[in-house]
């Protein structure tokens, strides 16, 4: 029995999907352009016509999803100027992962005058699923990045939740060299019961992140006269130059629909599949 679960377990690790994606982007003559490009495994990323004088990128994963033992890296380097505006083609959905959890690495360097927008669709993770994810970004003292995250914990219009599992999410933003913003998030066990927790998300399903550099005082109070119109809770505030924006809500609707209301008040261009 013991050298059967041996050899299923061997089996299983050698079918998890490995994907990476690195490339660089450059700006020439006011328009920003795509350098030298790498993919491999299940992970592509796409270039659809320019807008503008940016540029915007859309992730593929065509192994539909993420299991345990997956693993996936994401490498972007935007030079002097360059603007890029990166997001994906559909919700990614994480699920169940019985041994190893998921990987998720993304390391973004944003050069002096550049702008780089993270603003992938929903993560969904499903009962049981297990995803470790981790972004370290370089950032430049006179660059700008607008970084977004929404992670949904079961698809509520589905009558689905996530009961068990774990989360741990780790940011990492150095600015000009210097360490500005470290953050993990970590939820494991009974996941379910302690999103019930009125500390924790009070119930909610979804929640979210907006990293805004730069960010100060004058963004925070233009995003607070929103506040009539979130459906959910959200919360802003700046430090050490920049605005972070958090939010839950009862399910991914209401929250990213609170979502493109603070995206909007700061001036960004949103990518086109999120208003579809």
């Given at each position: ?19 990476a994606?690195?490339?660089d ?8 352009r795509?350098g ?12 659809p ?9 859309v992730?593929v ?8 033992g997956?693993r996936?890296d994401?490498e972007?380097?935007?030079?002097d100027?360059a603007?890029?505006?990166?997001t994906?083609a559909?919700a ?16 973004l ?5 550049a ?8 993560t969904?993770?499903f009962?049981?699923?297990?995803v ?8 430049n003292d ?6 977004c ?22 940011w990492r933003?150095r600015?000009?060299?210097?360490l ?23 119930g909610?399903a ?5 990293l805004?550099v730069?960010?100060?005082?004058a ?7 929103a506040s009539?119109?979130?459906s959910g809770?959200?919360a ?7 605005a972070?924006a958090?939010?839950c ?6 929250l ?18 999120w208003?579809?």
């Amino acid at each position: 029995m013991r050298s059967e679960l041996s050899a299923t377990s061997s089996v299983f690790e050698a079918n998890r999907a490995r994907g990476a994606v690195r490339f660089d982007v450059h700006a020439r003559d006011g328009v920003t352009r795509r350098g030298a490009l790498h993919e491999s495994g299940s992970l592509r990323v796409r270039f659809p016509s320019p807008e503008g004088e940016g540029l915007s990128g859309v992730f593929v994963n065509t192994a539909g999803g993420v299991a345990g033992g997956d693993r996936f890296d994401i490498e972007i380097s935007a030079a002097d100027a360059a603007r890029l505006t990166l997001t994906t083609a559909a919700a990614e959905k994480v699920y169940r992962a019985p041994g190893t959890p998921a990987q998720l690495n993304i390391s973004l360097k944003i050069a002096a005058g550049a702008h780089l927008g993270w603003l992938p669709q929903e993560t969904i993770l499903f009962d049981r699923a297990r995803v470790h994810r981790r972004f370290d970004i370089e950032l430049n003292d006179a660059a700008s990045l607008l970084l977004c995250e929404i992670v949904v914990f079961g698809r509520t219009a589905m009558g689905e939740r996530m009961e068990q599992g774990e989360f741990i999410d780790s940011w990492r933003l150095r600015r000009g060299g210097r360490l500005v913003f470290a953050e993990t998030v970590r939820l494991d066990g009974n996941i379910g019961a302690k999103l019930a927790r009125s500390a924790v998300a009070k119930g909610g399903a979804a929640i979210g992140t907006a990293l805004i550099v730069p960010g100060d005082e004058a963004l925070v109070e233009k995003i607070r006269e929103a506040s009539d119109s979130f459906s959910g809770e959200v919360a802003i505030s700046a430090w050490n130059g920049f605005a972070i924006a958090r939010f839950c809500a009862q399910d991914a609707a209401r929250l990213r629909a609170d979502m493109i209301a603070v995206l909007v008040r700061t001036g960004a261009a949103l990518p086109r599949l999120w208003l579809n």
